[in-house]
């Protein structure tokens, strides 16, 4: 029963019921050629087009019994203590690497000066030097960076929910991400998660936690089944994180026995693992074909006996081999771009492997992706085809623009 539950993930693909998105704000406005490097993006996207893809994105979750709730609606009412919010604000000037004694103490008057959401919207947004009234130029540092039009930088990755947290069972991964830029996303999951109304009283257990020295992020986290998580060594996670995670789960209350760390390049277009392969239905994942092998997983098990807890166990083989044998069925693989190189190469960037599954056998897909939608819908799957020109330019798909928080058991 899910009635008094707001978190609670045992599969990729049970019937979605609730889930956390963030609408693409001015954050993305505050993207310029010379600073995409810097935030992970390849381009900028048109805000006016983006907003309307992901309104539609959104409206499609709702016409299909989601409830849609929104990151920063959430991080705005958990600040409803004076405390809580004082907090938060310090915190996030402190992440803001702001060396000036003198920026801080303006910032911080300067963000009083907003209601909980607005504030939080300009923190997503960015701020500039030229917006915090009482800013004077008056330390070394801040005249030497004064050509630099940013206080704090923008977060424009924020529209990827699946990313600073993860929900795995009751209980969350609250992520500490690969760059600083990011890094600072999860402060608004680790308020919504400790003080919002709708989840404070539950004691959720968090199976990571943002203070940790290394890497983890929600891409590379997929659920295979209740008693099996798969999570990616990739370009973005490290192998430290999968252990930390792994001993936390087994020495809990959960039905998790074994976690399986695939090792996949570490290169942009693989950058998570939910953009090689992500789960349509119970016997069925789409893939991008450089992922399916050789590959080397470590299956991870709970050993009492050994130094750390855990049993590694290397495995080689191919991706169908390894999904077959720990789902204890016959898998099939439906290949991104039809496994065409040419096709396959274009679809896999603009993620067409990175579907959501909102039941099983039922997925959210772009539009742009026409090869591997078809294919998928020759296998059998039913299709809700979300238009995707502007989103796509962030480099992630639904499963990306998405923090599934409570799904029905399979």
Same mark, same amino acid.
């Given at each position: 029963m899910l009635e008094n539950k707001s978190l609670h993930i045992t599969s990729e693909i049970g019937k979605l019921k609730s889930v956390l998105l963030h609408r693409p704000g001015k954050e993305l406005e505050n993207l310029t050629p010379d600073l995409l490097e810097r935030l992970l993006f390849d381009d900028i996207p048109y805000l006016k087009i983006a907003q309307e893809e992901h309104d539609e994105f959104a409206k499609t979750l709702r016409d299909n019994g989601v409830e849609v709730l929104y990151l920063a609606e959430l991080a705005a009412e958990s600040l409803y203590d004076e405390k809580i919010k004082l907090n938060f604000v310090n915190q996030f000037i402190d992440e803001a690497n702001i060396e000036s004694e003198g920026l801080k103490e303006a910032l911080g008057e300067y963000l009083y000066t907003f209601s909980n959401k607005e504030m939080v919207d300009k923190m997503m947004a960015g701020i500039r030097k030229d917006e915090v009234p009482k800013y004077k130029r008056t330390s070394l540092s801040d005249m030497i960076d004064d050509s630099y039009p940013f206080i704090c930088d923008p977060l424009p990755n924020l529209y990827f929910t699946r990313d600073p947290a993860a929900a795995i069972g009751n209980g969350v991964t609250l992520n500490h991400m690969r760059t600083q830029t990011r890094n600072r996303e999860t402060i608004f999951t680790k308020y919504i998660f400790e003080h919002h109304p709708k989840f404070k009283d539950m004691n959720i257990p968090f199976w990571y936690n943002r203070n940790e020295t290394t890497s983890l992020e929600g891409g590379d986290e997929l659920i295979l089944n209740e008693k099996t998580l798969a999570i990616g060594i990739s370009q973005r996670t490290d192998a430290r994180s999968i252990e930390k995670v792994s001993k936390k789960l087994f020495n809990s209350n959960t039905n998790f026995e074994r976690v399986l760390a695939f090792h996949i390049p570490k290169k942009r277009a693989f950058m998570h693992l939910d953009t090689v392969f992500t789960m349509v239905d119970y016997d069925k994942f789409t893939v991008h074909p450089g992922i399916e092998g050789p590959l080397t997983v470590y299956e991870i098990t709970k050993d009492e006996k050994s130094e750390n807890g855990l049993k590694v166990n290397k495995e080689n083989g191919t991706l169908e081999q390894i999904l077959t044998k720990y789902?204890?069925?016959?898998?099939?693989?439906?290949?991104?771009?039809? $496994?065409?190189?040419?096709?396959?190469?274009?679809?896999?960037?603009?993620? $067409?492997? *990175?579907?959501?599954?909102?039941?099983?056998?039922?997925?959210?897909?772009?539009?742009? *992706?026409?090869?591997?939608?078809?294919?998928?819908?020759?296998?059998?799957?039913?299709?809700?085809?979300?238009?995707?020109?502007?989103?796509?330019? %962030?480099? %992630? $798909?639904?499963?990306?623009?998405?923090?599934?928080?409570?799904?029905?058991?399979i």
């Open positions: 789902l204890n069925r016959k898998i099939t693989l439906i290949r991104c771009g039809g $496994g065409d190189p040419i096709n396959a190469a274009r679809e896999q960037w603009n993620d $067409g492997s *990175n579907t959501l599954a909102i039941a099983p056998g039922e997925v959210v897909v772009y539009s742009r *992706n026409y090869i591997t939608n078809e294919l998928l819908d020759k296998y059998g799957i039913k299709l809700h085809i979300v238009p995707s020109c502007e989103l796509s330019r %962030g480099r %992630g $798909g639904p499963r990306c623009m998405s923090m599934p928080l409570i799904r029905e058991d």
